[in-house]
């Protein structure tokens, strides 16, 4: 069982303590907290508490989650509807399978997303197979891709992969993960780190922000590593290996440094970088070029990792998908 605990701040204003759990854990659900309450999971000042309760200033706040807290319920994941999905499957054994994910395909049902998610065609293929004893709720995902990422996905068939794999991603340096960007701007050094606290925006609750230190407690401590491929004048092409995995952490780090991802809407790479030092032949190029690639150039290109059962590392690769290749294969051919 794992469990959290905050402190209230002194100049905190009184607010029910759903709404401020929803604001201060980082990637968790309303649905998640109603089932924590419901469980008697929320503990304030050593008394359970429902979650019409009304947090004051110094309150010690405790939860405690499972070590894999599931983001839907048994009856909740029993209720999916198995769709029909063409998936890339890289790799498949009795233990896990190995999905390429496009682009646009988000990976778990949720708000606005009730159909044609990755787990919908998972659930597919899981019961057109000779899998006995199939229990979606117990197997399913050990990480995830936002919708508009490309690459690689791990998913466990069974309960033992899903804890084996869920504990290195989160608590060993046996997962390596590389990712490739295209970020706006020219990077002065060929290599580096990004560290951080990643949090909750607090202007935009869609975004993710870098705070430089965690005095607040409002994020969680992060590292990627980069190295540059390739310099296109206004656009660099970066290998990315993250030590950590927090949610949007590649294009959050990167909008930290000043180089926010190609045409990553929400952090500010839809507009062309340095406009005023672009010609006018450069903007127009840089346009045509987000009409071929709609979306942020990031790509989970590579994934090594042991396997449940076989003890053994295993590494797979899929290539650059088709819009992205076409992208850097233009600014090639314009910047070189």
Excluded at 163 to 189: C, M
Excluded at 202 to 209: D, G, L, S
Aim: with cysteine; proline share 3%.
């Amino acid at each position: 069982m794992k469990k959290i605990q905050i402190v209230v701040k002194k100049d905190q204003k009184e607010i029910r303590i759903d709404k401020f759990l929803k604001r201060n854990i980082e990637n968790i659900s309303r649905n998640q907290i109603q089932k924590l309450m419901f469980s008697e999971k929320v503990i304030v000042n050593q008394q359970i508490v429902k979650k019409n309760y009304r947090i004051q200033p110094l309150d010690l706040i405790e939860i405690q989650f499972s070590n894999i807290p599931p983001i839907l319920d048994h009856l909740e994941y029993k209720n999916i509807v198995a769709e029909k999905i063409n998936l890339d499957i890289i790799h498949e054994d009795e233990d896990i399978i190995i999905v390429n994910k496009p682009a646009g395909m988000v990976v778990h049902p949720g708000f606005g997303h009730y159909k044609g998610t990755l787990i919908h065609g998972i659930k597919y293929h899981f019961q057109n197979s000779n899998l006995k004893n199939f229990n979606l709720y117990r197997s399913g995902l050990v990480h995830r891709l936002d919708k508009d990422t490309s690459g690689l996905l791990i998913v466990a068939k069974n309960e033992f992969s899903k804890k084996y794999l869920f504990q290195q991603f989160h608590s060993s340096k046996t997962i390596q993960r590389e990712y490739r960007a295209l970020i706006w701007g020219d990077l002065l050094e060929k290599k580096g780190i990004i560290t951080g606290f990643i949090g909750r925006d607090p202007k935009n609750r869609k975004r993710m922000t870098v705070f430089r230190t965690n005095e607040s407690h409002k994020g969680k401590y992060s590292i990627t590593h980069y190295q540059v491929l390739e310099r296109f004048k206004y656009l660099t092409y970066v290998s990315c290996n993250i030590e950590t995995g927090k949610t949007h952490q590649i294009r959050a780090h990167f909008k930290y440094l000043g180089h926010p991802l190609f045409h990553d809407s929400i952090y500010g790479g839809h507009k062309i970088f340095m406009k005023k030092k672009c010609s006018n032949q450069n903007i127009k190029f840089l346009k045509n070029c987000f009409k071929i690639l709609p979306r942020q150039a990031l790509h989970a290109i590579s994934l090594s990792f042991i396997h449940p059962k076989h003890e053994k590392c295993y590494f797979y690769y899929c290539p650059i998908p088709e819009d992205f290749k076409i992208v850097l294969q233009q600014c090639r051919k314009t910047f070189l």
